[in-house]
């Protein structure tokens, strides 16, 4: 090599202020990750039990992995970016739309239209449920899609553009989800941990000229995590008429948000109602079809379009001689934020809605895909039906498309069934069997309670708990109504729990000459639904202290069955937790598969994430191995021990290593033809039969560091990417040491 060859690299080397920050950038990438996987699990406070965590910190894993890789490949600022984002495109398309892919590879039109739909599903998922929420298929796909993009803006930040106190920006969108819900919201341990997070991510990429801007966004991050909530309204409370998101009593599993709605220290008026009757009305919000033995589901929203609420269908099941009367009911909606439209059962007509709403032909609800029920006022028309007992008793068999409310999973504990029959053991219809059942309830030997299922642990919907609920005989409206309704089922009966509210309290206002029915989050309810067929849905009221009894269910009522003494069975054996597989779904029981999803793809992605950990740890430790010997170098270890070693090691991962009986010389002769090389050789030489030289430290660090670069050079990309996944010189030292034992 010329002097002015060996001039200009040299030139190149001192000009080129970004090879000590490329060694270490694994290190700086330790640290996202570091930050990722706190701040992740900061978002436990919104999202219920913790199977997202696993595929959340996959993908960054991969993330973030993928554009390590990229970078030990290409000296190109580009290449990393654009590795990441396509790895999280794969992770996306293949967990989530990989049915749509053309050869399992190229997005079709079928995959756009399955992306948006998983976005617009995770979307309204997210708009209905309350805090904390059940992750979904939909709310999975956008969580995956929202951290790994901030995970691909990070490393962009932080290691590409060699500004790691910027790449605090997107850390900051992060951890400030949890403290906009609410200042409860925020965990103070994983706050501080964040905190250190950032600041390893600080030391990482040793930011020294930014240090004021470090402090600028340390300091947002305090305000936007701590100050701000403190100053906004948190979403579960009192929000504003417009806002869609913090529904009370809403999302995959109303029930138990009614639990915790109806458990608030401080209650708020939901609704302001009238009627023309002067009556009060229970208003009904949704109806739960599907008992899969831990909860219960509603059906899948289904929106047929032709079903606008100024003419609603009949009551499914009701023949012309059963007696109803009119009434109508004005409804004033304030803070009740539902995609179901409080209304009495069964509605035929509504007027004044805003926006789209549309009801359901099975369960005569109202549904909007782009409103919320806060803020409406509408009038609703309704019929209040008036079934004789006699009626009741003579109702037929129900047609075969109503087994699927008779549905019940396996292992169900033993106390139930048993119960169910000893309490209708005289009874002789099927009505006279679900008034035995609400008596069962209503007799005395049961109390209402908000509380004692949270104390005890059977706060809940599941099998368990209705079997600890009907020993302890304690609980609230969702305890008394699922349990009558499971009950109900094992009696061949069929049944349904629906969610909405009491009628409320009369007050001594007056709308138009009418008395106002005010409803507050304490007259939040659930009951169940009994089907009888020439009379259709039939409400019972078991929960003791709440509500009122219909007349056809009132033991004062003429013709309504006597009932001897009831004895409550002990139960034969303790009920024991058991798996409960969903039952097989029908054509209306999409929910409950679309619900299985998330589960599954939880599982796929977190193995892809196991493995591909597994895969990117050789490329790991040997990285760990450099970056030790380069540190020591840089410090002014001895030349032979550290430099020397690596550029060897190097060289074999590369395939480019010399014979083992050459001498340093002979070695770099077969290595390249630099000054640089020659510098290193002749150091090492020097450390070896000579008096220490008195040579920098940081000298040497830049002759090995140029070497590396132009051994990687030599090298072709494939034998990059192998030198990088598989480091032939790491499996040669384990080899080394199995052979030295």
Not at 219 to 231: D, E, G, R, S, W
Not at 665 to 687: C, F, K, P, Q
Not at 710 to 738: D, E, K, M, T
Request: with cysteine; charged share 20%.
């Amino acid at each position: 090599m010329s002097v002015a060859s060996a001039t200009k690299v040299r030139g190149a080397v001192s000009a080129r202020p970004s090879d000590d920050f490329r060694s270490r950038a694994w290190r700086v990438s330790l640290a996202l990750l570091w930050c990722f996987i706190v701040l992740v699990a900061a978002l436990h406070t919104l999202l219920d039990e913790f199977g997202w965590f696993a595929p959340l910190v996959g993908v960054v894993i991969a993330v973030l992995g993928a554009a390590a890789l990229g970078r030990a490949l290409s000296a190109r600022r580009w290449v990393p970016t654009v590795a990441a984002v396509f790895t999280l495109w794969a992770i996306l398309s293949q967990f989530f739309v990989g049915e749509t892919l053309w050869l399992r590879l190229v997005p079709v039109r079928e995959t756009w239209q399955r992306l948006g739909e998983l976005a617009a599903e995770g979307t309204r998922s997210i708009e209905v449920q309350a805090v904390p929420a059940t992750v979904d298929a939909g709310i999975l796909f956008l969580l995956c899609l929202g951290i790994g993009g901030l995970a691909v803006v990070a490393d962009l930040l932080a290691v590409t553009l060699r500004a790691p106190a910027v790449a605090g920006l997107p850390l900051v969108a992060l951890l400030a989800v949890p403290s906009t819900v609410g200042p409860d919201r925020t965990d103070a341990f994983l706050f501080v941990l964040a905190c250190i997070a950032f600041l390893a991510l600080l030391r990482a990429g040793r930011p020294a000229r930014e240090s004021g801007l470090a402090v600028v966004v340390g300091a947002t991050t305090v305000v936007a995590t701590l100050i701000v909530p403190l100053v906004l309204p948190p979403v579960s409370d009192e929000p504003a008429a417009s806002d869609r998101v913090g529904g009370l009593l809403s999302g995959v599993n109303p029930v138990l948000d009614l639990g915790q709605s109806l458990r608030r220290e401080a209650q708020r008026i939901i609704i302001n109602y009238t009627s023309r009757s002067g009556d009060g009305q229970y208003l009904r919000l949704v109806s739960l079809q599907n008992f899969t033995g831990e909860l219960w589901e509603p059906d899948e929203v289904e929106i047929d379009r032709d079903n606008r609420p100024q003419l609603v269908g009949d009551p499914p099941g009701m023949a012309g001689d059963v007696a109803t009367e009119t009434d109508t009911v004005w409804v004033r909606v304030q803070n009740l934020g539902s995609p179901w439209l409080p209304v009495p059962y069964p509605a035929t007509s509504i007027a004044g809605l805003i926006g789209n709403w549309f009801w359901d032909a099975e369960t005569l609800t109202f549904t909007s895909p782009n409103s919320t029920s806060r803020g409406q006022d509408y009038r609703v028309s309704s019929l209040v039906v008036q079934p004789t007992p006699a009626q009741l008793v003579g109702a037929g068999p129900a047609p075969a498309e109503f087994d699927r409310f008779l549905e019940l999973p396996e292992g169900m504990p033993e106390i139930i069934a048993e119960t169910a029959a000893s309490v209708t053991a005289s009874a002789t219809s099927d009505y006279a069997r679900a008034f035995a059942l609400q008596e069962f309830f209503r007799n005395g030997s049961f109390s209402y309670s908000e509380t004692a299922p949270v104390d005890n642990g059977y706060d809940g919907t599941g099998m368990e708990m209705i079997a600890a609920f009907l020993e302890a005989k304690a609980g609230y409206c969702v305890h008394f109504a699922s349990a009558m309704a499971v009950m109900a089922r094992t009696l061949g009966i069929p049944s349904r729990v629906a969610v909405g509210t009491l009628p409320g309290a009369i007050t001594d206002q007056l709308d138009e000459g009418r008395r106002v029915m005010q409803v507050s989050t304490s007259d939040l309810h659930a009951w169940p639904e009994l089907y009888f067929d020439g009379v259709g849905w039939v409400r019972f009221e078991p929960t003791t202290s709440r509500g009122f009894v219909p007349e056809y269910a009132d033991r004062e009522s003429p013709g309504v069955p006597s009932l001897p003494p009831i004895e409550t069975p002990e139960p034969t054996t303790a009920p024991t937790p058991t798996a409960a597989p969903v039952p097989t779904a029908g054509p209306d029981e999409e929910v409950a598969t679309d619900s299985s999803d998330a589960p599954l793809l939880t599982a796929r992605i977190g193995v892809v994430a196991l493995a591909f950990g597994l895969l990117l740890l050789p490329a790991l430790i040997r990285a760990l191995v450099r970056k030790r010997r380069l540190s020591r170098l840089s410090f002014g270890a001895p030349l032979a021990a550290t430099g020397w070693r690596e550029l060897l090691d190097t060289a074999h991962d590369l395939g480019l290593e010399p014979g083992d009986t050459t001498t340093p010389r002979e070695a770099a002769a077969e290595l390249g033809d630099s000054i640089e090389l020659a510098r290193t050789v002749a150091a090492l030489e020097r450390e070896a039969f000579a008096p220490p030289a008195v040579v920098s430290g940081a000298i040497r660090f830049s002759d090995v560091n140029a070497v590396l670069r132009q051994l990687r050079g030599r090298a072709g990309w494939r034998a990059r990417v192998r030198a990088s996944l598989v480091p032939r010189s790491l499996f040669a030292r384990v080899r080394n040491w199995r052979s030295a034992r």
